[in-house]
């Protein structure tokens, strides 16, 4: 089993930061690849970025590319999105995930936080 909690949302204006991190549980936390998916109101979930359990492989959506970066540290069982350069179609719900195999499909992923509100004002 592995329970993550997401942190860091909250209201940033457009052109800022915000760090999310995810922290998680459970001793198998490092044999998982991470994800981080949102789901804008209204809108479906969607896929944000990925890296695999090494931490050697990173992909991201296009919409995000340059602007997000995730990173994990396995000391402290932590996957981190950094984001800049917000715009305000990038306010949604975000979530992470863990799943055996690094994927940009949400289907793929197995355990899932409770989501960190993200609001990105013009």
């Known amino acids: 089993q592995v329970q993550l909690v997401e942190s860091g949302g909250g209201l940033a204006q457009a052109g800022g930061s915000l760090r999310l991190s995810c922290a998680a549980s459970?001793?198998?936390?490092?044999?998982?690849?991470m994800g981080w998916f949102r789901q804008p109101p209204g809108k479906e979930r969607q896929f944000v970025a990925a890296?695999?359990?090494?931490?050697?492989?990173?992909y991201y959506a296009d919409y995000v590319k340059g602007r997000f970066t995730i990173s994990r540290d396995a000391a402290k069982n932590t996957v981190d999105l950094q984001m800049n350069s917000l715009k305000p179609e990038d306010t949604a719900v975000y979530y992470c995930?863990?799943?055996?195999?690094?994927?940009?499909?949400?289907?793929?992923?197995?355990?899932w936080g409770q989501g960190t509100q993200v609001t990105v004002s013009s």
């Open positions: 995930a863990a799943g055996l195999t690094t994927s940009t499909r949400a289907n793929r992923y197995d355990y």
């Open positions: 890296i695999s359990w090494t931490g050697d492989r990173t």
């Open positions: 459970g001793r198998t936390f490092r044999s998982y690849a």
